[in-house]
């Protein structure tokens, strides 16, 4: 085993995310790591209902990143944990229905968090002080999601990703539009067409 094998053989959890915390500790942005690794190991916490599809998505604007969807995890966090630190339970409730967040979804990203952070202080990792740059981040999801990458294609609308596959934007995400030539995602879901969803 190499040492990040061995590492990533003592870590209770998905390699894919196990790798991207390793490299997160290492390149300096394990805070936001540790964010985004539990944002992506549960259900997104943001609700669309389609009666109401054009308010959630005026609600959700707030959070958006230009360049990644990663980052929107991060933004959405800030704002939630203002709540959550220093309203009531019905307050936090209240701000969840306002923004078309589902509560139980975020109590959930909040437990796998916390035992995200308990599990580094054991191995003795700290978290850093200073903000990340949009860099370190990328480079430390990169480790972990490397059959995630997609280029677009030439003449054609979608992205060629690992193995030869072929995979599409969700129509949904904020960078449907605007993606570059080369993305990273977090997940690829096959409905009526193979999509990726967070995507940078």
């Not at 916490?45 to 054009?54: I, L, N, V």
């Not at 599409?168 to 969803?197: N, Q």
């Amino acid at each position: 085993l190499t040492a990040i094998g061995g590492e990533l053989a003592k870590l209770p959890l998905d390699p894919k995310i196990g790798r991207m915390i390793l490299a997160a500790r290492d390149h300096g942005c394990l805070a936001e790591m540790l964010v985004i690794a539990s944002a992506v190991s549960v259900q997104d916490p943001r609700e669309r209902p389609q009666e109401k599809a054009g308010s959630a998505d005026q609600a959700h604007a707030q959070w958006k990143d230009e360049k990644s969807e990663f980052l929107s995890w991060l933004k959405l966090w800030k704002a939630s944990d203002e709540i959550w630190k220093h309203e009531t339970s019905n307050k936090q409730r209240q701000w969840c229905r306002q923004g078309f967040i589902s509560w139980m979804r975020l109590r959930e990203w909040r437990d796998v968090h916390a035992q995200l952070v308990t599990l580094c202080h054991e191995h003795g990792w700290k978290e850093n002080q200073i903000a990340a740059s949009y860099e370190a981040i990328h480079k430390a999801l990169l480790t972990g999601l490397l059959g995630n990458i997609g280029l677009k294609s030439e003449d054609e609308p979608h992205y060629l990703g690992a193995r030869g596959i072929k995979f599409f934007i969700h129509p949904g995400s904020s960078l449907v539009k605007k993606a570059g030539r080369w993305i990273v995602v977090a997940e690829l879901v096959e409905t009526s067409r193979l999509f990726a969803r967070c995507v940078a």
